[in-house]
T-cell receptor, first 113, second 112 residues
Framework: KAGVTQTPRYLIKTRGQQVTLSCSPISGHRSVSWYQQTPGQGLQFLFEYFSETQRNKGNFPGRFSGRQFSNSRSEMNVSTLELGDSALYLC???FGQGWDEQYFGPGTRLTVT | DQQVKQNSPSLSVQEGRISILNCDYTNSMFDYFLWYKKYPAEGPTFLISISSIKDKNEDGRFTVFLNKSAKHLSLHIVPSQPGDSAVYFCAARQDTGNQFYFGTGTSLTVIP
């Protein structure tokens, strides 16, 4: 069974631009969560989608948004990029909402210059 | 506000000895805890979990201990192997369906 895939793996953007990251969950998984990982901050929860609906949201500004498609694939978008958005963005999938074991993708390394 | 804390950014242990990784939390309502392991350039992988109704859970070389009164959990790895060298994250959540809160990670190096 293929794992969680994230594209692109690396991305360099300029301040003020916007970016879209993609996540394909494990086949059959319907829940997708997004996390931001920065040095010293660990993994910060962004949001979770289940059956195309946002179920949980972390404490991030409205510049961070996401969506989930009917095939469970998910995208997250960051608008008006800031230098502080430079981070590793991780996507995790699980079978259903509330299932405790999440499977993580390798992440997208975003650098904002 | 960091609700889950890992106060040791790094730990070095000799091969064959015990590794003890610690995690503290502030929310007494957390009822489920997990440990993840992360290698460079890979996403975290699930290692072991424990619910608040237990105080210990074992899986092979890995044991997690939970002290609810102290709001503290620890991961013991015995014996430690060089392949265990990775960053370890603890995570906690309150109630099924809610988000997980992660610690900042501890980088474990097992010296051959």
């Amino acid at each position: 069974k293929a794992g969680v895939t994230q594209t692109p793996r690396y991305l360099i953007k300029t301040r003020g631009q916007q970016v879209t990251l993609s996540c394909s969950p494990i086949s059959g998984h319907r829940s997708v969560s997004w996390y931001q990982q920065t040095p010293g901050q660990g993994l910060q929860f962004l949001f979770e989608y289940f059956s195309e609906t946002q179920r949980n949201k972390g404490n991030f500004p409205g510049r961070f948004s996401g969506r989930q498609f009917s095939n469970s694939r998910s995208e997250m978008n960051v608008s008006t990029l800031e230098l502080g958005d430079s981070a590793l963005y991780l996507c995790a999938s699980s079978f259903g909402q509330g299932w405790d074991e999440q499977y993580f993708g390798p992440g997208t390394r975003l650098t904002v210059t | 506000d960091q609700q889950v804390k890992q106060n040791s950014p790094s730990l070095s242990v000799q091969e064959g000895r015990i590794s003890i990784l610690n995690c503290d939390y502030t929310n007494s309502m957390f009822d489920y805890f997990l440990w993840y392991k992360k290698y460079p350039a890979e996403g975290p992988t699930f290692l072991i979990s424990i619910s608040s109704i237990k105080d210990k859970n074992e899986d092979g070389r890995f044991t997690v201990f939970l002290n609810k009164s102290a709001k503290h959990l620890s991961l013991h790895i015995v014996p430690s192997q060089p392949g265990d060298s990775a960053v370890y994250f603890c995570a906690a959540r309150q109630d099924t369906g809610n988000q997980f809160y992660f610690g900042t990670g501890t980088s474990l190096t097992v010296i051959p």
